[in-house]
T-cell receptor
Framework: DQQVKQNSPSLSVQEGRISILNCDYT??????FLWYKKYPAEGPTFLISISSIKDKNEDGRFTVFLNKSAKHLSLHIVPSQPGDSAVYFC??????????????FGKGTKLSVIP | GAGVSQSPRYKVAKRGQDVALRCDPISGHVSLFWYQQALGQGPEFLTY????????KSGLPSDRFFAERPEGSVSTLKIQRTQQEDSAVYLC?????????????FGQGTRLTVV
């Protein structure tokens, strides 16, 4: 059973427009949510995060929104740039009960920003 | 080095062969995580080390998988008698602190193909 879901495998956006990537989760024990960006042949790179006690976090062109009642979060990129083209993973953190916090990842959304 | 280093980058193994994958974390990082990423999927947790102690191995798929970090720095993930379903990218991440959120850095991964 997938606890973190990214239902859109891909998204195409025109340069300068807004990109909105969505993520849903099922486990109410998640206390931290993160977005990672991944280029081909590279490891995931941390982008932005949000604590479960907040509903918005902004960092430059990137904003993450969290709706706990709907168990939904989204990443907004404004304005989108060609260099933003990558696979974006939504991840959620919870204490594993075995001494660590584990990250549970979604399957990713491939964003293509068209010049 | 400046980042997390994994070797080899690519490994082709015949079914039944044993393999060893190496991770050099960022110097001084206490926490080390191994993740497995199958094609088209998000990374899935395998195991966690805090210094040399393996505190969580709940994600290891079978007893053919074994990980160690004897001196609290370099870690090795060993897979015995490889099967085709072991084909995946194996990612290592390290973190200065115990909690894996913004402080975690991923390596480029080792792509294992079992033929």
């Amino acid at each position: 059973d997938q606890q973190v879901k990214q239902n859109s495998p891909s998204l195409s956006v025109q340069e300068g427009r807004i990109s909105i990537l969505n993520c849903d989760y099922t486990n109410s024990m998640f206390d931290y949510f993160l977005w990672y960006k991944k280029y081909p042949a590279e490891g995931p790179t941390f982008l932005i995060s949000i604590s479960s006690i907040k509903d918005k976090n902004e960092d430059g062109r990137f904003t993450v929104f969290l709706n706990k009642s709907a168990k939904h979060l989204s990443l907004h990129i404004v304005p989108s740039q060609p260099g933003d083209s990558a696979v974006y993973f939504c991840a959620a953190s919870a204490y594993s009960g075995a001494g660590s916090y584990q990250l549970t990842f979604g399957k990713g959304t491939k964003l293509s920003v068209i010049p | 080095g400046a980042g997390v280093s994994q070797s080899p980058r690519y490994k082709v193994a015949k079914r039944g062969q044993d393999v060893a994958l190496r991770c050099d974390p960022i110097s001084g990082h206490v926490s080390l995580f191994w993740y497995q990423q199958a094609l088209g999927q998000g990374p899935e947790f395998l195991t966690y080390f805090q210094n040399e102690a393996q505190l969580d191995k709940s994600g290891l798929p079978s007893d053919r998988f074994f990980a160690e970090r004897p001196e609290g720095s370099v870690s090795t993930l060993k897979i015995q008698r490889t099967q085709q379903e072991d084909s995946a990218v194996y990612l290592c991440a390290s973190s200065l602190v115990r909690v894996m959120n913004t402080e975690a850095f991923f390596g480029q991964g080792t792509r294992l193909t079992v033929v």
